[in-house]
């Protein structure tokens, strides 16, 4: 994105927008390389995110320039901060953890993992090897409040744009969700069909499942429900164990979380009532 | 399989059981091409299936020969049928029924469509064309319990091995089950994550899922569980309807069902508890 | 498509085409429902695909009023016609155009077959159950060029839209595709990695692939080059006989051709040098 | 396999083997809990993998009565160590590498990574934050007999199991690999249809292929060639830039050689002439 300039719109539809968009941006000589919209018909919402060639000369005067033209009430965002700050939340399992942070390491997340967390401290001794602070946050013997209270105040200072919950196993309460709306991101195992309640990869095996799947999403009030980002699956067979289809799971849990995060830090996903728009 | 000898055993489990069986087969001078096992452990029961080169002499006395060496109460089959009866119960759609004429037709399905019955009467003329007689069962003004008894009268003639509910949209009593036990095939629909009621597609487009799948399994007393034969997906996205994401559905419903057609027919798949055993 | 405009466009690339284009269709009260554009940059190609709210009330005015702001050499098309006219060419194997003919019978295709033609008579039987011509064009003692003119004229009086090579197995000359340029749909095996020359399968199998491919692609002047349209595979593994893959190949091969005559009816893909866009 | 028997048995082909192995079997108290063989008919050979429960009291003794019933010149393995070791040989690119040390770091690996060596050495700083050891082993300035003649000299003190090319970029020769016969492992971009030679994503680019995949193969004499282990495959559209099919590309090689991995330190996969049998 070194020469590109990136417009990202939302608003109320209404005829003719995308004229208006596209007659501003040619106002300040922009040439339009990709322009990906969704219109949202029940809801009657407009997005669009577009990639001009060229470098905005004035980010805050393009997006005032959009906003005049478009309905009130419209979110414009021009050139968002390209190297989002991710902090990263886990239990004990590392698969997810592992991928995340080895990328970070190559410089290949497009993001940077300022810190991790865990409910657990036996994640420390990877994190620490890559000189990222981790933070061991107990849930043990305190209210959910306080556990909440205490992840909030150790994550603060480093202002992350997004939080990844890679593998944690804590439900958190709305009034956590919505310190960061729409920035949570969560792994979910997923099954078809599919199961809920204790041990899902038992019922699923006991069901004889043939395939096991996972879901990226976004986390809203409850922790396994909300915006799906993305999801995918594996083929397993009759002769996986309970202990087979976990680790199948795991393999399928973190390449669909890799994905996920690659897509929100591209500014690729827009959130729409209990949906995303995937602009691929 | 013109020359060969297929061998279907089921068992309690016990020691030395392959010993056993290899021992008669090879009494029998028939050479094991291949031989897949598997022990359900917490059942205790023992599944396998053989393929012999060369056809056996006499099969009565090979399953004989074969039962003798096996734990009281086992289950031998020696070449079973290989042109099995299919009688297809249908509704409106269409997809899944098409594809199951077609390969009929050209010999390539491995088995014979002996009739379909509809519970309208759209699909009479597709059918027709194909010389196979359809049956029009309509469940309108009868009881649930009138309306099968019809359906097994209209079966009875054909003397199918395998129901095929292609579409088939009325829920089947226990009763009715019972009367083709672990014979009767369906097509079913699944998501990541599951949508359980009405209007499963909207259901799922609301949600914004990224995947659309379909389960074929066997019917034991509901119509939407039992033993799962085979499952697969497809991609989908934000830019599909609701309309877009049914016929998704419709594509890999048709191939899914065609996969378990195909491998039950092929006596591959057998049932343990609430699970399948593929030997794919 | 009943109350929707759709607007094709190519041009070479130039700044400001988007919001020309836009102002152009606004001014015409037509609403942007969905516009996706590429711009081959290497070839300084802008292509795009606009589907608008509303019927115009006059498309040679539309195509005109934008032809006029757009640089000269444009390629316009204002709601193309929706019903294509499919021919369908086939050699002896009948699972691509039994899939064709299913979705054609029950109106699923999208376009219609007006008819087969083959270089042998072994699918008449299976295509006149439905209605549908069909022709018998040997080439055998005849010179390519005799065959070439017998096939054209056999097509001519049915003006199709496309031809769909179904498992076509004679080359055609450049001077045939030259009759029908950008509009022969072919279905070619795939392999990974690849096996050329005759028995295709057998090198497969001798060299023990996991995986067995099909793509659909555009013919140019060699039979097996030209634009890909659509690809995907099936997982085969070491137990498969070589009659096993071909059998798994043309499953794929199926649905692969099906995808991408459903891309090219809906005027979803456009032909840029040796590749397509697909808008999917 | 901590109470489990691992037979692994390769022969010439006769009437009767499965019988005489399971007498055998039987006759040490073992009870086979999985059976998986495979006849190459071709070449007349006999592959059996055999998982029994129940740790043999003498593996040499049982290796030596299973000789003594099959055809001569059989290979019988019982018990393959388990931990294996693997060297792994690398280029510049790390992200086959990083997911190795991952797995080996958080022993889900099921083998022990040795060494590593690099013929640049910019991969070194990640490795050595495992503690594993790191060499680099320049190819410049030598001649391929030079540089291989240190590879092996560097190599040696490791008495690696296996050599896992992880995109290491260096052609080995013929000499070289006799070294390690049928013990390297490669991991090679593969296309749908395949493009040889200089820059293959550019070529796959410029002719707008819609899959990218990867192959996992055993070294042979040529590079590219030889027995397939594991493949897999990731779409990709028109809208991708090469770099971006490079990208994905590297999601797939990073994942089937991960794969190609388990399944050979598992003993799961046999070499039958430039074939695998893989009993997953």
Known sequence: MTNQTLILI???DAVGLVARIA?????????????REYVDEPANRFYVRVVCAGKAEDNAQLAGDLTSVLPAGATVTVNPPQQKRLAVLVTKEHHCL???????????????????????DNLRAFTERFDIPF???SHEGKSKEAFETELVET??????????????????????????????INIHHSFLPAFIGANPYKQAHNRGVKLIGATA??????????????????PVNHSYTVKDMVRAGKEVEKSVLSKAIALVIEDRVIITGNRTVVFE
């Open 135 to 137: 933070h061991h946050v």
């Open 217 to 234: 999403h976004f986390v809203t009030n409850d922790l396994d429900e909300g915006p799906i980002i993305a999801q995918d699956i594996k």
């Open 98 to 120: 592992g991928d995340i942070i080895v990328r970070h390491f190559f410089s290949t997340l497009g993001a940077e993992v300022c810190c991790v967390i865990g409910n657990y």
């Open 155 to 184: 994550l603060a200072p480093y202002q992350p744009d997004y939080l990844v919950l890679a593998k944690f196993m804590r439900i958190l309460s709305p009034a956590f969700v919505a310190v960061y709306p729409g920035r949570i």
């Open 10 to 12: 939302q608003c109320r």
């Open 23 to 35: 007659n501003t941006v040619a106002n300040h000589r922009l040439n339009i390389v990709t322009m």
